[in-house]
Each structure stands twice: as structure tokens, then as C-alpha cells.
């Protein structure tokens, strides 16, 4: 697929997807939309990619829904969101989420309405210090979708989670730092180095070891701790005779970097 509302790109064993509609704060249309669930298949099948990166081209990171999309002049017939959000938004979450390699989101700029949960469903958040969090739907008559309404409170509690979606206000990146909604914010200039080095990182981990945390972190939020309990001796057992480990074990006993092996 030839891309025009994103850029894919492969170094390294990092998969990079940057939403490139920078004039409208990378707001999702729907040809964004079929272009990003291209990538993200591309990205699950290649098996050299072992992080991916999801970003922002210029000084917003995401504004949601492109509005400019939506007839709701008077006398205009309504749009179906719900149709928007089945065939647009839920697979695009639920396609982050099932990934098997982390996902690291980069928030170059303001993550508004839909732009900010997708940014939420992503395996570690990383803004820049001039980047903010918007719940926009409020403004507009809507509910928080992308899951807003299931990370918010998971990840700040019910008082913030009420605060932020039913008043629509900015979250300066800081903020949402120290409220535990995202990793962690860094000045500006640092935002590319910072999350590079994230990335590398990832990039030198345990693919299979990567994949079951995401899928163990993923599984405690529904899960009772017997249930969870009984699901980490499972993936821990899948590990455990896996060749990551015994590579893992033994470069620590060498005292060197371990080398794994690819996902
Ligand atoms: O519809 C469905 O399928 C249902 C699903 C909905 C999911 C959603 O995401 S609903 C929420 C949609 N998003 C919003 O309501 C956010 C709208 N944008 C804003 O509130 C502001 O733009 C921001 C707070 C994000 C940023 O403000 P600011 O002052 O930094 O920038 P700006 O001047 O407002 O925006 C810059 C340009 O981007 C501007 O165009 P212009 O005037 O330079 O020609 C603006 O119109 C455009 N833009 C920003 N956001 C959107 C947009 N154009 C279309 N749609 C947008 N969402």
C-alpha cells in the first residue's frame, strides 16, 4: 500500500508509524484510518519488528475524529458514529492492544478526543513537555471512546477520570505525568532521544518475554488474582522452556549482554 496519511518505516528492529496530516493536527479520516490498520498489519507480520513506535508529524500529536469530515450542517442526514467507531476506531485500539511487540506512543504535541485514548491504549506513553491530553467528546455532545472511558479511570482513579471527561479540560503533559496517566514527560528536545532509547531498548528484550508481559498486564485487568495467578504460572512455564531464557540465564552468569533470538 502506498501510504499518504502516515509514514511507515523499519530500522533496527523498530517499526515506526508517524499520523502525517500535520495541518489538521494528524486527525483521523477514514483513508488514515485503513492506512494505519494496513500498517499495523505490516508491522505484526514482519518479523524483524520488535517495537513500535506511533507518533505525530509536527506540533500536534493527534486531534481525533477529523470534525471537517462530519456533515451536521441543519437538514444534513446524521452520521452513523457508531458505524465510524465499529468499523474505524475499535479495530485500531483493539489492534495496539493485541500487537504482540510494546508500543510505545510518542505525544509530540496536543492528543485531543479520540487522538488521546489511542495515545492511552499504547504500552508506554512518552510527551513532550508543550504536549497536553484533551477528553474533547464533552465539548462536542460525545462520550470518550477509543476506551477513554476503560483506561481513564484504570489509570487515574474515578475522581480524575469524572474530572477530565465531563469537563473536557487540558491535561498539561507534567500533570499527566505525575497523575500515573502516562510514563513520563520530557522537555521537548529530548521527546525523539528519550523515546529512541526506549525503543532500543525494547528492541534488545526478550520478544516472547515482551509479548506475555503485555498479554499478562493486558489479562489482570479483567482477571480475579486466582485467575491471574494461574495465568502467570502458564506464561511463565511457556517461557521457562523457551530458548530466551536459557540465554538470559546464562549471559548473566557470563556477565555479558544477552542476544535473543528473533519473535
Ligand atoms: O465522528 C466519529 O467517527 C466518532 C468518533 C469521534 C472520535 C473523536 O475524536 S471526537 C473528538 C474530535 N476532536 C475534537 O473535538 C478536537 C477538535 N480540536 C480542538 O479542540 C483543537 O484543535 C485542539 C484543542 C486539539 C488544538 O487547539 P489549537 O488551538 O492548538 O489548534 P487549532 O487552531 O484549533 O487547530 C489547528 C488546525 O487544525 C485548525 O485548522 P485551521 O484553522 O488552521 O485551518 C483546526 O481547525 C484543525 N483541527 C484541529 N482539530 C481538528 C481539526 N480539523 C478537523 N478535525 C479536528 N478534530
Known sequence: MRYEQIVLSFADGVARITLNRPDRLNSFTRQMHAEVREALAAVAADPTARVLVLTGAGRGFCAGQDLSDRAVSPGDAPVDLGE????DYLPLVQGLRALPMPVVCAVNGVAAGAGANIALACDIVVAARSASFIQAFCR???VPDSGGTWFLPRLVGSARAAGLALL???LPAEQAASWGLIWQCVDDAELAAAVDRIAAQLAQASPRGLAAIKR???????NTLDAQLALERDLQRELGFGADYR??????LEKRAPRFGPR
Open 84 to 87: 465510524s467507531i465499529e468499523r
Open 140 to 142: 462536542i455532545g460525545l
Open 168 to 170: 473536557g479540560d487540558k
Open 216 to 222: 499478562a498486564l493486558q489479562s489482570g485487568a479483567g
Open 247 to 252: 540465554e538470559g540465564v546464562a549471559a548473566f
